[in-house]
């Protein structure tokens, strides 16, 4: 047999899943190595921008790094609406309840600064079990013996091995492609993501939303924006900027001919937005990225061997109407992974994580959020198919008739003209890495 550099734990990825996995796994004292791509853990990373903590959720991201809400969040969001535009009219809804629903708290976030921050406390928390982060590392696939996984390869590492291999390398999981849990392929199962961020001074951000600076808004859009296309919009206040985003069905982009950054465009001159954005318009960011539709592709059973997968890797993006989840959800599947992990181990079998993982994800109720059942209630706002009808839908459901109320004073009003441990055996990986892969001390 062939030896390997060896950890107890390798975590790929240091997205929001990554770092619950490696902040749960360092809790429970367990060695753990975080491997990241990006040259910055938060580089490489899209995201509309808000993270969500649900009262039903077994973890929140707050729970496992206090002080992040303070530390690495925009705002929180206080007010939510939803437009729905036909023609030149809007019909502006308050969704606040809605929203409210089973949410602790929600706050808008950018991914750069946000993953960042987590890196910084994995890297510390996961460097007192005798492992760290490293970043500019490109797992490129599973190691395996006698057929069974046993480890990862890297580009620029040798191989290393691992009692628990957490795949949280996101919707193109190299992992889970590798073990054949991944097979994603019909357009149907997609959502294509576009978002800018847009520079506004936070003075003038606050007058045009009319909001204090510890308040933020959630805007979402829905009608006949998008030329027929199935899919909606949303802004969201940052502190000193906005993301403003779209997210489209796959499918229907393919039917309709559909250029998803033309359909971003088209909210973005949206006579709607101009109250918002003013005759300036300073674009920070672009980017685009394709996510899963958990309804569709959340793996049921996302574990072979000694790799777990957890987050977007695990098809673990929930489309609640326009109301997109995905970190939340990766935040509390990378902490189960880990606390499966701790009690298989204390259990003296460590590499039966992945069915106390399975069994964990059902019995915490997070597989029924991902892929519910029943569309009485939840199911008919978690259809994207229905985003044009959303602002009907939610008001016909039991939660829309308690929480919708249409805005004072714009209900159906006309649109606005445009205005590690020492001493271990294994230490290579880190040690030999080079300086650049090293994060923070070393
Ligand atoms: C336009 C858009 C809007 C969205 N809006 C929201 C929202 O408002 N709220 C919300 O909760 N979710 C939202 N999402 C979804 C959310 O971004 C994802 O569900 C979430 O980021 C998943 O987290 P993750 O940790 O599984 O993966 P990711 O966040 O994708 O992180 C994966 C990490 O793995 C690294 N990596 C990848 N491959 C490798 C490799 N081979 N080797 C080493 N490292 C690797 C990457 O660099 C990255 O850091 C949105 C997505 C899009 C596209």
């Known amino acids: 047999m062939t030896e390997h550099e060896r950890y107890e734990a390798v975590v790929v990825g240091c997205g929001p899943g990554g770092a619950a996995a490696a902040a749960a796994l360092a809790r429970n004292g367990v060695e753990t190595l975080v491997l990241e791509r990006g040259v910055d853990a938060g580089s490489k990373n899209v995201s509309g921008g808000v993270i969500y903590a649900e009262e039903s959720a077994p973890y929140t991201i707050e ?9 690495a969040t925009e705002r929180p969001v206080t007010d939510n609406y939803i437009h729905n535009v036909a023609g030149d009219r809007v019909k502006t809804f308050d969704i606040g309840e809605l ?35 490293l970043t500019e590392i490109h797992v490129t696939g599973l190691l395996r013996e006698n057929g069974e996984i046993v480890g990862v390869r890297t580009e620029e590492l040798a191989p290393i091995e691992a009692d628990l291999i957490v795949a949280a390398d996101g919707v193109n999981s190299e992992l889970a492609r590798d073990a054949g849990l991944m097979d994603w ?11 800018a961020v847009v520079d506004m001074d936070p003075a003038v951000l606050d007058d045009r939303f009319d909001i ?7 805007h979402l859009f829905s009608g006949d924006l998008f030329d027929g296309v199935r899919g909606g919009g949303f802004l969201y206040t940052n502190r000193e900027s906005l993301s403003i985003g779209t997210v489209f069905h796959l499918d229907s982009l393919a039917d309709e001919r559909a250029e998803p950054q033309e359909l971003l465009d088209a909210l973005l001159t949206h006579p709607l937005l101009a109250q918002w ?15 899963p ?33 995905g970190m939340n959800h990766a935040v509390s599947a990378g902490a189960l992974a880990a606390e499966a992990f701790a009690d298989a181990r204390s259990r003296g079998d460590p590499h039966r994580a992945g069915e106390f993982y399975e069994r964990k994800l059902r019995e915490e109720g997070v597989m029924a959020k991902l892929r519910p059942r029943s569309y009485d209630l939840v199911g008919r706002l978690s259809e994207i198919d229905a ?9 016909d459901s039991a939660l829309g008739r308690l929480g919708l109320r249409a805005r004072p004073g714009s209900s159906n009003a006309p649109t606005t003209p445009p205005a590690r441990r020492d001493g271990s ?3 290579t990986a880190l040690r030999d890495a080079p300086d650049r892969h090293r994060r923070g001390a070393g």
Do not use: C, N
Not at 115 to 130: I, K, Q
Not at 212 to 218: C, I, L
């Open 387 to 395: 985003v044009d009808r959303v602002a009907t839908a939610v008001a």
């Open 185 to 195: 392929d019909d357009p149907a199962e997609w959502f294509q993501g576009v978002k």
């Open 293 to 325: 539709d958990s309804k569709k592709v959340a793996h049921e059973s996302p574990h072979d061997d000694r790799l777990v997968l957890v987050g977007d890797a695990a098809g673990q993006m929930q489309a609640q109407g326009p109301i997109i989840k």
């Open 277 to 291: 954005l003013g005759e300036e318009y300073r674009e920070r960011e672009y980017s685009a990225k394709l996510v």
């Open 425 to 427: 055996r294994y230490r």
């Open 99 to 133: 929203h409210h629903h089973d949410t602790a708290w929600a706050d808008s976030v950018l991914r750069r600064p946000m993953d960042s921050w987590l890196a910084e406390r994995v890297h510390e928390r996961t460097r007192e079990t005798g492992g760290g982060l």
């Open 212 to 218: 204090d600076p510890d308040e933020g808004e959630a």
């Open 63 to 71: 729970s496992l790094f206090p002080g992040f809400r303070e530390q």
